[in-house]
Nanobody, 113 residues
């Protein structure tokens, strides 16, 4: 079965960086686009970034453009989200997703001084 396991969330100060990872299994990873979403307390889940199956095309939420980078390693069945210049408003649970149907358990990112 499809499994997505996120890791890398942490407490970080404003301006800091984190790299999230999502290890995938149970499907042919290189055939599918992957996405990162986030959900802050009291807010709806929102798309942060997505990446095409070969990693050629990417798309970002406006508020993270220039600060976040999504990339993938199809040899390792893993998608990453490099987050730089973090802001308190980036605080959320971050989820990876594929095929609009499968989700990981999420990893908590807290940006606070």
């Amino acid at each position: 079965q499809v499994q997505l396991v996120e890791s890398g969330g942490d407490l970080v100060q404003p301006g800091g960086s984190l790299r999230l990872s999502c290890a995938a299994s149970g499907f042919t990873f290189s055939n599918y686009a992957m996405s990162w979403y986030r959900q802050a307390p009291g807010k709806e889940r929102e798309l942060v970034a997505d990446i095409s199956s070969a990693g050629i095309f990417t798309n970002y939420k406006d508020s993270v453009k220039g600060r976040f980078i999504i990339f993938r390693d199809n040899r390792k069945n893993t998608v990453y989200l490099q987050m730089n210049s973090l802001k308190p408003e980036d605080t959320a649970v971050y989820y990876c997703s594929t095929q609009a149907s499968f989700w990981g358990q999420g990893t908590q990112v807290t940006v606070s001084s």
